[in-house]
């Protein structure tokens, strides 16, 4: 019988669990997926939002301003890039102005540091703001994260203070036990003495099987264009226009890695695994970030990319004690990834320890182990770095600068990539220009070696999703 077990493995769960390790306990995580963070928590936009905009009083806005506080020292902590650009939220005009005023209000009542600007000051900070633009709103707390080593490096930590990590695992029913819940997956059950629900957008399915207090969260979905890296200096923060009851609306954002995000849009979908893109939504996506921006350069697209939000009908986060055994943590739609720090803590600290006492583990440590990032290095660095290990100069991933030794380096960690895109995510191998054609073959190749197996045997993405499924004729694919 597990003390804890946290079903889904996303932001939302790696956090909860990082949080918990810190406490004895035994702690269980399942997750339907071959890798953590390969739903919702990899397609967004990434921005750690500052807390300007959701309605005062709300759980978005109590995370939102407590989480974007937390996340210097927790990027720190868990070795993430996390670049503090702060953002601008334009007016186009003068009616908009207007708008600009309430929302400093808001950000007031939130409790959240911000400073109107006139034109000529928004225009200043950034230079290819949109002619039409009359002043902004900048919030200088805002910033921008590696999403995805964010949630990898969350549970690495939380694996490193003894909590279990269980992949491809998809729960399929839950059923009420003595002091507990017992939890069927296709080929296991595991018992649980007090069951975290951190599935997302399948949360309320999850909720379903303990409670009869229901609720519906629906998929909108948010379509992108990821532009390549082609000048660094061509924005240094989000811009954002207006809000309105669809969202944040269509941005223009840097990512820690130096490219550029413009979208998302935001339109429900029946399919909650609908993550198709199609050629009307992304020339609306192009018109109106053209309004906040000018002359964006759509010609560097390298890709486009969905993601859906998990937007519940209770309009607010769902985190919530349904009984002394479940806890709800689902739901959880923008800034669910601003906020993911505080809502672990919450969970860990205060609704969990409102159920059971927990004491702090003696040996519990907030930090993963480092390991080198030679992008972040000079090149004088990189030299010596070179020469301590020549596998860090043989480069797998021309686009991105990747090296075999930095992909070897992440198969050794304790929570390792299963799949290409798992390496993807956790190196960017395969996130340039080239989108993979180039680099991966070898990646697949040198997963394949490390994990001795065939080569047909690798997989893309999930299980069954094998890249050199058939042999050639020659019967060895691994020439
Ligand atoms: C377009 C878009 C833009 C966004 N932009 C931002 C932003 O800039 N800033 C911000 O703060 N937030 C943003 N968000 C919101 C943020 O991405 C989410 O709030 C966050 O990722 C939700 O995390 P989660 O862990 O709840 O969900 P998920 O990441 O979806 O994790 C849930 C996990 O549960 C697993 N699971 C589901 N069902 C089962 C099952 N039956 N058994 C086992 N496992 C299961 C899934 O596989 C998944 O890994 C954006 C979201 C979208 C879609």
Redesign the pocket.
Known sequence: MYDIII???????SFIARELAKYEANILI????ND??????M???????SGYDPVPGTLKAKFNVLGNKQYKKVCEELDVKFLQTGSLTVAISEDQLTVLKDLEKRAHENGVEVKLLNEKEAKQMVPNLNNAVRGALYCPTAGVVDPFNLVVHAMENAIDNGVNLALN????NIKQIKDGYRIFTKNHQFDGNIIIN?????GE??SDFVTAHHFDIKARK?EYYVLDHFDNNFLSMPIFPLPSEKGKGILMTPTSSLNYLV??SSEFVDEKDDLSTDALTLKQIREQALLIMKDIPFNMTIRTFA????TPSTHDFIIEKVNNHFIN??G?????????PAIGKYIADELVQEIIHLTIKQKYNPCVKKYPHPNMLSSQERKELIKTNPKYGHIICKCEGVSEQEILDVLERSCPPHSIKAIKKRVRAGFGRCQGGMCQPLVAKLLANYLKVDLSEINYDELGTQVAKFKTKAGDTDE
């Open positions: 079903i889904g493995a996303g932001v939302i769960g399942l997750e339907k997926e953590v963070g390969n739903v919702t928590s397609a967004n936009s990434a921005i750690v939002h695992e998809e729960v399929i951190a599935t997302g957008i399948n399915t999850i948010g979208g998302p993601g859906n939000r998990p943590a689902v959880i739609e923008s800034p669910g990834l601003a906020s993911a």
